[in-house]
């Protein structure tokens, strides 16, 4: 994918370390980068300070950040094609969350899904989740994203950054922010978890993306079937287990496999014995990738600390405009 003036387009997307990674990420947004890293010019990150909004514990923030680098290398990232860093490693993100609060009203803020939910469930909300939108605007625009490729929830979080864009260049009479397209995949706008609501860290209805051997004959399990017998037709549309084992088919087994849904004789017990089978071939040689490279952290942070200075330089040169056009650069 390129411009008019033959560059490759800039993808940019971010992960929060708050927890083990689940097939719903993997599917709905980090399968995205690999597949696209030929493609784009790409800067994927771990986006830790979005995570001090929930994860207030040094050693869980430390390891947290250790795992999601560890995930996108043994997912298949390569640092060669992509720009892998953390957040964190790019302080200007925070000069222009200021900027951007500045320009952004309380009641545009407040009709953020993440907030309005956060409140309904009257949780203590803190300044942090409430600015959550401005400081993904400021990750995404600082590095003149094109395309964000994220999962159904956070849609609404790039149209902020895209009105975030366009609020700064009408306050400034400017023109320097690039309009960010999110990249949603049709097929996989939301994976169900074992218990058929999205799945979700915050649920505990997960299969994790390394899980073992044991956590994936666990969780299969968990999915609740009806008493429908072997021989009875099913529906593959509401089924819970179909609904997962449609993600690791092709094109043609998973219409095979729903063939045997409808047509019957397929049994819940077998149903999920396939599903565990085909979680296994999946998840196995990933995990056994992820284990090598943690034998070597060293090499992680080398990459994690070379794809930070790429990703400050271009965050720092995009800040001198920006605070050019603010008006505070006067020397
Ligand atoms: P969680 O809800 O488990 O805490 P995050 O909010 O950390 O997940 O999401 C990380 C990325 O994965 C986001 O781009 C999000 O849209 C995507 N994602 C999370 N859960 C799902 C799901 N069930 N289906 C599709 N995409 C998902
Ligand atoms: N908010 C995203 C999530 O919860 C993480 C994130 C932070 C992000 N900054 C971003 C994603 C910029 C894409 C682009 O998953």
């Not at 939108?133 to 895209?162: C, F, N, S, T």
């Not at 609904?243 to 729903?258: G, S, V």
């Amino acid at each position: 994918m390129t411009n008019l003036k033959g560059a490759k387009k800039i993808l940019l997307s971010g992960v929060k370390p708050t927890g083990r990674v689940h097939i719903g990420n993997y599917f709905g947004a980090m399968k995205q980068f690999v597949e696209m890293q030929d493609e784009f010019d790409s800067y994927v990150f771990i986006a830790d300070y979005h995570a001090v909004t929930t994860v207030q514990d040094k050693a869980k923030m430390s390891l947290g950040i250790i795992d999601v680098a560890l995930d996108y290398l043994a997912i298949g990232l390569d640092p060669k094609k992509v720009t892998l860093f953390k957040q964190s490693d790019i302080p200007q993100v925070h000069e222009l969350n200021w900027i951007f609060n500045c320009i952004t009203t309380m009641p545009y803020l407040m009709r953020a899904h993440a907030y309005k939910d956060a409140e309904a469930k009257n949780k203590e909300i803190n300044v942090g989740i409430f600015d959550y939108p401005l400081l993904m605007a400021a990750d995404i625009l600082l590095q003149d994203a094109d395309v964000v490729p994220v999962g159904q929830d956070q849609k609404q979080h790039v149209e902020y950054a895209r009105d975030t864009a366009q609020k700064f260049d009408n306050t400034f009479n400017s023109k320097i922010f690039k309009l960010p397209e999110p990249l949603i995949l049709k097929s996989v706008e939301t994976v169900p978890g074992t218990d058929g609501r999205k799945m979700s860290k915050s649920y505990g209805n997960v299969i994790p993306l390394f899980a073992t051997d044991e956590e994936i004959k666990k969780a299969v399990m968990s999915i609740p079937t009806d008493s429908k017998g072997v021989e009875e037709s099913k529906d593959p549309e509401t089924n819970g287990i179909f609904a997962i084992h449609k993600l690791l088919l092709n094109e043609a087994d998973k219409a095979a496999l729903a063939l045997r849904y409808k047509n019957g004789g397929l049994g819940y017990k077998e149903a999920k014995e396939g599903l565990i089978g085909a979680l296994k071939a999946f998840i196995g040689p990933m995990r056994d990738r992820r284990a090598l490279l943690a034998s070597d952290l060293d090499h992680v942070f080398d990459i994690l600390k070379e794809g930070g200075q790429k990703a400050r330089n271009r965050a720092e040169k995009k800040m001198q405009e920006i605070r050019q056009t603010v008006g505070v650069e006067i020397y």
